[in-house]
């Protein structure tokens, strides 16, 4: 059984930065494809980054390119979302999820297991 357990989130004002982690238990990290999504009050939950199982292809959503990083560390089955230059409407709970292809971006129901979420809030 894989578990995935998200930490890192917080309350923070505009132009603040955070750092979330998602460690993975079980399985096999070094294989995965792995992603974080968002969903915020009211709307759906959307897809923000992604990571490659080798670390080598990432992707964006276009509304926090050059804002979010995607990192993993393979050694530690931990990945990471460097979030700066926070604005009020990235506030959501936080999920990360694994790709059993390696991809990293795929369709929403493709994800095998997700974690609980992380609260990340932004004030104005």
């Known amino acids: 059984q894989v578990q995935l357990v998200e930490s890192g989130g917080g309350l923070v004002q505009a132009g603040d930065s955070l750092r979330l982690s998602c460690a993975v238990s079980?399985?096999?990290?070094?294989?995965?494809?792995m992603a974080w999504f968002r969903q915020a009050p009211g709307k759906e939950r959307e897809f923000v980054a992604g990571?490659?199982?080798?670390?080598?292809?990432?992707y964006y959503t276009d509304s926090v390119k050059g804002r979010f990083t995607i990192s993993r560390d393979n050694a530690k089955s931990t990945v990471y979302l460097q979030m700066n230059t926070l604005r009020p409407e990235d506030t959501a709970v936080y999920y990360c999820?694994?790709?059993?292809?390696?991809?990293?971006?795929?369709?929403?129901?493709?994800?095998?297991?997700w974690g609980q979420g992380t609260q990340v809030t932004v004030s104005s």
């Open positions: 999820a694994v790709d059993f292809l390696g991809i990293g971006k795929r369709a929403y129901d493709e994800y095998a297991y």
């Open positions: 990571i490659s199982w080798n670390g080598r292809s990432t």
């Open positions: 079980g399985g096999s990290f070094t294989t995965y494809g």
